[in-house]
């Protein structure tokens, strides 16, 4: 049996990017995974197919809609939906085979089944066949990740009520489809079936969408998705979804505490994502995770047990993969001995509908919450001879900035 200085649980963006610093910097790196394939989530099934379905349906929108007015006059331009599917499961397969070159490059151990703590420096891993495998090791990253949530009232049955995962692999492109929750899922995928056909209604909870980016871009984006065809339903909390054969029922009070229904061919859960720690044996090393289910962990991600530490989606902070990313390299390097910085506020955050929208650093509505002296600039696009030479005018960029910084 092999000891390794660093063993990492799970695939993801956190945990294969930590795989290879640690490798980099010479530990002994062991990367344990429960599916078949590397990348986690994140290449799977979330950013990765999500972006290739986004490119693609834009491209069918821009025909129909765009072309026109530049002058191309395409005719009979059809959906072929199982070649655009089958585009972005090439893509995911391209990148997490790719993974899997960059640990063989490394000289990463990939150790395929479900890991689960026997003690602080025994893993127990459980192969898909049956197979017990035990890795002994110094030290252990847990990057295990997330899992749609969802809830009071509302069953995912993967069919008609669904998650982004079973929408990225949709058989047929949905007439009508409901969407609950109007975050950076909802509105990502929302706007790739509205731009197929599908009539989407994006029934949310809050006064607003996409509650941590800025409250001005939140506006501007609800406003041209709603002239790109999506509905909101703002200050709506769902009650309940019911199944009814081929269609799905979903009832939610409004502000006046009004019953309000809708129904649709499937609708999508979109209303956040939980940590994923089942059967980790976290009992085994006494870890209790916090009110969220989250690990909790020290300004070095360090948890509770010392050498244990934990990044990503699993801990606290937004659920991006690039920010899963910067905390792998953090902890390998803090394991190395180095002292590494991570600064939060650095990390921005996009979505990816178009235009997209994107943000770092504080938002205007947090500048104000902690009364800060600051001043913001604006400037719309369509003021911009160069976002007109390419019909893109909706949107603005704009600077919130404290005074004397
Ligand atoms: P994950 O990627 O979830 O990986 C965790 C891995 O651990 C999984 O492979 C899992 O199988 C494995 N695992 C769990 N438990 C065990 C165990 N006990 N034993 C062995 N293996 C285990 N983020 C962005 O920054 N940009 C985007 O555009 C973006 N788009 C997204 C679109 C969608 C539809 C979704 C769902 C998410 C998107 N995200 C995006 C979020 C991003 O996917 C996550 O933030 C990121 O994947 C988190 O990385 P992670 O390494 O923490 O966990
Ligand atoms: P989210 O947190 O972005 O949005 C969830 C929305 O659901 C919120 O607006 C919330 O108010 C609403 N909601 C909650 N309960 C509700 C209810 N009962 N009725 C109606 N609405 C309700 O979560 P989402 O979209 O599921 O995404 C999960 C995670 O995946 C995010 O944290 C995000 O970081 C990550 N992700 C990132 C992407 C990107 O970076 N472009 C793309 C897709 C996902």
């Not at 530990?27 to 990765?48: F, H, S």
């Not at 990740?145 to 069919?159: A, L, N, R, T, Y």
């Not at 996409?210 to 406003?223: C, N």
């Not at 289910?293 to 690039?322: K, Q, S």
């Amino acid at each position: 049996m092999t000891k390794f200085d660093t063993t990492i649980i799970g695939s993801g963006p956190g945990g294969y990017v930590a795989a290879i610093r640690c490798a980099q910097l010479g530990m002994q790196t062991a990367i344990i995974e429960r599916y078949p394939t590397l990348g986690g989530t994140c290449l799977n099934v979330g950013c990765i197919p999500s972006k290739a379905l986004l490119d693609s349906s834009e491209h069918f929108y821009n025909a129909n809609c765009h072309f026109e007015a530049h002058g191309i006059m395409a005719e009979k331009i059809k959906l072929n939906w199982p070649r655009m599917r089958q585009r972005k499961d090439d893509v995911v397969v391209q990148t997490c085979d790719g993974i899997k070159y960059l640990m063989k490059k490394n000289k990463i151990k990939v150790i395929s089944g479900h890991a689960s703590f026997s003690d602080s420096k025994t893993i127990s891993v459980s192969g898909t066949n049956g197979s017990k495998e035990t890795v002994n090791t110094e030290r252990v990253i847990i990057a295990t990740g997330s899992k749609p949530s969802s809830i009071p009232g509302v069953i995912i049955d993967k069919k008609r009520i669904i998650t982004s995962t079973e929408a990225l692999n949709l058989e047929k492109v949905p007439e009508k489809l409901i969407v609950i929750g109007g975050g950076v899922i909802g509105l990502e995928l929302g706007s790739v079936f509205s731009r197929l056909g599908s009539k989407v209604q994006v029934v949310e909870f809050l006064d607003r969408l996409i509650s941590g980016m800025d409250f001005s871009l939140a506006k501007e984006v609800q406003r041209f998705l709603k002239k790109q065809g999506l509905e909101f339903f703002l200050n709506h909390t769902v009650q309940s979804t019911v199944v009814e054969g081929e269609s799905v029922k979903v009832v939610a009070k409004n502000k006046k505490d009004k019953e309000v229904e809708f129904s649709g061919d499937y609708c999508l859960v979109a209303v956040g994502r939980r940590p994923f720690t089942d059967n980790l044996g976290l009992e085994k090393i006494s870890l209790t995770l916090d009110d969220k289910g989250r690990i909790p962990v020290n300004e070095h991600l360090e948890t509770a047990v010392p050498g244990i530490y934990a990044i990503g989606d699993v801990v606290a902070g937004d659920m991006l993969a690039h920010k899963a990313e910067e905390e792998g390299v953090f902890v390998a390097e803090t394991i190395a001995g180095q002292k590494p910085h991570l600064n939060y506020k650095a990390i921005p955050g996009v979505l990816y509908t178009w235009p997209e929208a994107a943000g770092v650093g504080f938002t205007e509505d947090e500048l104000k919450a902690e009364n800060y002296n600051y001043k913001t600039g604006n400037f719309p696009f369509k003021a911009l001879g160069r976002a007109r030479a390419s019909m893109d005018t909706d949107g603005f960029a704009k600077v919130s900035g404290r005074q004397g910084y």
